[in-house]
C-alpha cells in the first residue's frame, strides 16, 4: 500500500508559507573586485578552440569529399570506395593526408 501525503502542503512546510522561504534576505558571500570577478569569468568560460585550415586543406575536402564540413563516416567511406577501386594509389594516398588534416584525432 502507497503512503499517501494527506493534509495541506502549508502544514508540511512544502508551500509558500514555509519557514525556509519566510526567512529574511538570503546569506550574502563576500563581494568580489572587478579583477577578481574578470579571473572567475576567464577560468568559468574558456574560450572557444578555433583552428583555421590550411588552403589545400580546404580544396582537398572539396574535392574529394564534397566540402569542408563533410560528415566523419562519409570521408571514410569515401576513402574506404576508393581505396577498393584504386588501390594504394597517390589519389587515395592524398585523400587520406587531407582527411587527416581536417580531422587530426580521427585518422593517424
Known amino acids: 500500500m502507497a503512503f499517501k501525503m494527506k493534509g495541506s502542503p502549508m502544514a508540511r512546510n512544502y508551500g509558500i508559507g514555509s519557514p525556509t522561504k519566510k526567512t529574511g534576505d538570503p546569506v550574502k558571500g ?25 588552403d589545400a586543406t580546404t ?22 570506395k576508393a581505396n577498393a577501386t584504386e588501390g594504394n594509389s597517390d589519389y587515395v594516398k592524398s585523400m587520406r593526408a587531407t ?3 581536417r580531422y587530426p584525432n580521427q585518422f593517424k
Open 59 to 80: 580544396e582537398g575536402m572539396n574535392k574529394y569529399f564534397g566540402g569542408v564540413n563533410a560528415d566523419m563516416a562519409d570521408v571514410k567511406l569515401a576513402i574506404r
Open 99 to 101: 582527411a587527416k588534416a
Open 30 to 54: 563576500e563581494e568580489l573586485t572587478a579583477e577578481q570577478k574578470e579571473a572567475a569569468m576567464g577560468n568559468a568560460m574558456g574560450a572557444a578552440e578555433k583552428t583555421t585550415l590550411s
